[in-house]
C-alpha cells in the first residue's frame, strides 16, 4: 500500500467501550427527561384549560387583586346650637420610596440613557420640590432618599418624610411631582382629630387619639361614649392590579364608606365658656379644685359642665391625668347642708312639718357617742322649718329628721337618685353604685347625720339633679348632654330617654320653695340676692377628708341656687374643694355671676319691682 493510499483511508478509529456505553446512556436520560417535562407541562394544560379552567382562571385573577381601605370620616360633636366642639382636620403622612426613586419608578424595562438620567437627577429634584412645601431643607430630604435599603438588603420602599400635613399642600407637591414627571413620594391619611375651642367643654367633649391603622379612637367624654357611633365603618376598594399599575378596566369593587354620626349636645358654649371662668377664678381664690352643674329643670338638659383644673382637648398628652376626667361626673364627697333640701323634702312630702312648723333648737343634741353642734354657738332657739333650712341649723335638721322613719327616708334619697347612676351619656358612672348612701337599717347616729349632709356621699351631678326634682313640682328629670344624634346625611337618630318620674307632691315641692327662698331672701340672708330676680338656694359646708391622711382637715364649699323663684327652670350648682372657707363664702359669689348671665341669656327678663320676702324663721 502506498502513502497516497494511506492517506484516502478515512474510516475512523474504532472508540473505546466505556465512552459509547456512558454517551448511550446520557442520551436516554436526556430523552427520559426531556419526555418527562412534555408529559408534565402537558398534563399541566390540560387541567389548567379542561379540568379545572374556572378555579385556576380565579386563582389568576386573585393574585392579582389588591384591596384599598377607605377610611371612614369621625362625626363632628357640636353645642346646642351647632357650634363645633370638636371636628375632622384632613391630615396625611408623606413617605418616600428611596428604591423606587433609583429608577424613577421605572421597573418594566431597561433604562434608556435619557431615563438613567432622569433618574440620576430625581433625588435633587423631588428633595427641591418637598423644601418648598414641607418643613426641613433640601439635603434633609436628600439623606431620607439615600437610604434605599435596609441592613439586611431589603429595598426600602416606605421611608416617612412627614406628619400630620394638610392634605392640600400634599396635592400641591403631587401637582409639581407629576408635572415634572417624578416618582417616588406618597401620602396616606392620617385624620386630626381638632377642638376648635381648646378647654371649652374639654371634659364632657373628651379627646380621641389615633391608633397604628390611622383610626381615631375616643377616649374620655363623649369621645369615648359614642366611639362607635362617631367613628362609621371604613369602606373598601378592591381592584386589579398588574406591574404597571391599576388594570383601567378590570374587575373592581367598591365598599362604599360610612361616615359617622354628628352629636350635638345641650352644652351652651357662651354659658359653658362664662361657667368656666366663673369656676376657675373661685378655685384659684380660695380653693385646690372645683366643679359646676348648669341644669334646665324642666327638661333634665344640662346647660353646661365645668371642671377646674382642667385641660386643652389638643394637648391633652400634657395634663395631669386627674384632670382629664370629669369630677362633676365622677367624684363623690359629702355635700354638706344643700342636702337639707332634700331631707326638708322628704318631711314635707310626708306631712311630716310645714314651712311654718315650730321647734325649739337647743345648743348641742346628742348623737350616739358624739354631740352634733352648729356652725355658730347658741342657746336655745324657737326657729320655724323654714327658719332650720335658712340659718342652716345642724340641731334643727337632725330634729326635724328624726320624725321621720329611717326606712322613709332611705327611699327618698334612693327616689331623688343619689348613690346612682344618673344615666348621663358619659364615661365615669358605671352602673353600680357611685357614693355611699345609708340603707334603712342605718343606725340612728347615721340618720341624723345624714339628714344634714355628712355620713353620705354623692356626686355632684346626682345632688344637682335631685335638687332640681324636689322643685320642679316634685318631678324628677334625669339629666341629660344630649341635644340630637344625626347621620352624616342629616337624618335624625332616635335617642333613648328616660321617663321623668315622681319624687315628692306639687304642695310639697310649692313648700320647700318657699323654705329656699329664706336662705336667699330672708333676713340676714338678702346679699345672697341677684339684683331683679327672685330666687331660691340653698348654702352647703362639709368637713373634707384627706386621702393622704385620712383625717378631716378641710372643708367642701357649695351653692345651689334656683332661678326665677316664680318659674323655676335654671338651676346652677358650684362646689369647691379643699377650702377652708364656708359655702357662703367660696360658693355664693360665682353662683351669683353665672346665674345673672344666664338669666337674661335665656329670656328671663329682670324685674324692677320685686316683692320683699316675708316668711318668718323664728316665733
Known amino acids: 500500500m502506498t502513502s497516497g493510499d494511506a492517506r484516502n483511508n478515512t474510516t475512523p478509529a474504532p472508540m473505546p467501550a466505556s465512552v459509547a456505553v456512558v454517551t448511550a446512556r446520557r442520551a436516554r436520560n436526556f430523552s427520559l427527561i426531556f419526555a418527562l417535562v412534555i408529559a408534565v407541562a402537558t398534563i399541566r394544560t390540560v387541567f389548567i384549560q379542561v379540568i379545572d379552567p374556572d378555579g385556576n382562571a380565579a386563582t389568576a385573577a386573585a393574585n392579582m387583586k389588591d384591596t384599598e381601605i377607605i377610611k371612614a370620616a369621625r362625626g363632628a360633636i357640636t353645642d346646642r346650637d351647632g357650634d363645633v366642639l370638636a371636628e375632622n382636620f384632613a391630615a396625611v403622612r408623606i413617605f418616600a420610596d428611596p428604591w423606587g426613586m433609583k429608577t424613577n419608578g421605572i421597573t418594566d424595562h431597561t433604562l434608556s440613557e435619557y431615563e438613567k438620567a432622569k433618574a440620576k437627577a430625581a433625588p435633587q429634584a423631588v428633595a427641591e420640590i418637598l423644601a418648598r412645601y414641607l418643613p426641613g431643607e433640601v439635603s434633609d430630604f436628600l439623606w431620607h432618599f439615600s437610604k434605599t435599603q435596609y441592613d439586611d438588603g431589603e429595598p426600602n420602599q416606605y421611608e416617612v418624610i412627614a406628619e400630620n400635613i394638610p392634605e392640600f399642600t400634599f396635592r400641591q407637591i403631587q401637582g409639581e411631582m407629576s408635572a415634572g414627571g417624578w416618582f417616588g413620594v406618597f401620602a ?62 378590570g374587575n373592581n369593587t367598591l365598599v362604599p364608606a360610612v361616615d359617622g354620626y ?53 394637648a391633652f398628652g400634657e395634663t395631669d391625668s386627674q384632670d382629664l376626667g370629669n369630677r362633676a361626673v365622677q367624684w363623690v364627697y359629702e355635700p354638706g347642708s344643700v342636702q337639707k333640701v332634700i331631707t326638708m323634702g322628704a318631711l ?74 344618673t344615666g348621663i351619656e358619659l364615661p365615669g358612672e358605671g352602673t353600680g353604685s357611685l357614693g355611699l348612701v345609708p340603707e334603712a337599717d342605718m343606725p340612728d347616729y347615721q340618720r341624723d347625720r345624714a339628714a344634714f349632709g355628712q355620713s353620705i356621699s354623692v356626686t355632684a351631678l346626682q345632688e344637682a339633679a335631685a335638687i332640681a326634682g324636689m322643685v320642679n313640682g316634685g318631678v324628677y328629670n334625669a339629666p341629660t348632654i344630649i341635644s340630637r344624634v344625626t347621620t352624616a346625611g342629616g337624618k335624625e337618630v332616635p335617642i333613648a330617654r328616660t321617663e321623668p318620674r315622681r319624687v315628692i307632691s306639687p304642695e310639697a315641692s310649692e313648700g320647700l320653695r318657699d323654705m329656699m327662698e329664706a336662705v336667699v331672701a330672708g333676713y340676714g340672708n338678702t346679699s345672697r340676692m341677684i339684683d331683679g330676680y327672685r330666687m331660691i338656694g340653698k348654702t352647703g359646708t362639709a368637713s373634707r377628708i384627706n386621702p393622704e391622711t385620712g383625717r378631716y382637715d378641710s372643708l367642701t364649699g357649695s351653692f345651689v341656687a334656683v332661678a326665677p323663684a316664680e318659674d323655676p327652670t335654671l338651676l346652677v350648682y358650684v362646689v369647691i374643694d379643699d377650702t377652708s372657707w364656708h359655702g357662703s363664702v367660696v360658693a355664693v359669689p360665682p353662683v351669683k355671676d353665672i346665674m345673672r348671665y344666664a338669666l337674661p341669656r335665656y329670656g328671663f327678663a329682670p324685674s324692677s319691682d320685686l316683692p320683699a320676702y316675708w316668711g318668718p324663721s323664728y316665733y
Open 262 to 314: 354628628n352629636v350635638q349636645l345641650t352644652i351652651d358654649a357662651g354659658l359653658q365658656y362664662a361657667v368656666q371662668q366663673e369656676l376657675a377664678a373661685a378655685v384659684e381664690a380660695r380653693g385646690s379644685q372645683g366643679w359646676a352643674v348648669v341644669m334646665n329643670i324642666k327638661t333634665g338638659e344640662v346647660l353646661a359642665l365645668a371642671n377646674y383644673p382642667s385641660f386643652d382637648s389638643n
Open 348 to 421: 314635707l312630702d310626708q306631712g311630716l312639718i310645714t314651712p311654718d312648723t315650730h321647734i325649739a333648737v337647743p345648743g348641742t343634741l346628742t348623737s350616739g357617742e358624739d354631740e352634733i353642734e352648729d356652725s355658730w354657738g347658741h342657746g336655745t332657739l324657737y326657729m320655724t322649718a323654714r327658719g332650720v333650712l335658712a340659718d342652716s341649723s345642724n340641731i334643727g335638721t337632725a330634729l326635724l329628721a328624726r320624725q321621720s322613719s329611717k326606712e322613709a327616708l332611705a327611699h327618698y334619697w334612693e327616689l331623688a337618685g343619689l348613690g346612682q347612676p
Open 188 to 249: 396616606e391619611p392620617t385624620p386630626i382629630r381638632s377642638y376648635p375651642n381648646g378647654n371649652l367643654a374639654s371634659n364632657v367633649v373628651g379627646f380621641a387619639t389615633r391608633t397604628d391603622d390611622q383610626t381615631l379612637l375616643g377616649i374620655a367624654g363623649i369621645e369615648q361614649w359614642f366611639n362607635d357611633e362617631l367613628s362609621g365603618l371604613d369602606g373598601s376598594r378592591t381592584f386589579t392590579d398588574a406591574d404597571l399599575g391599576e388594570v383601567p378596566l
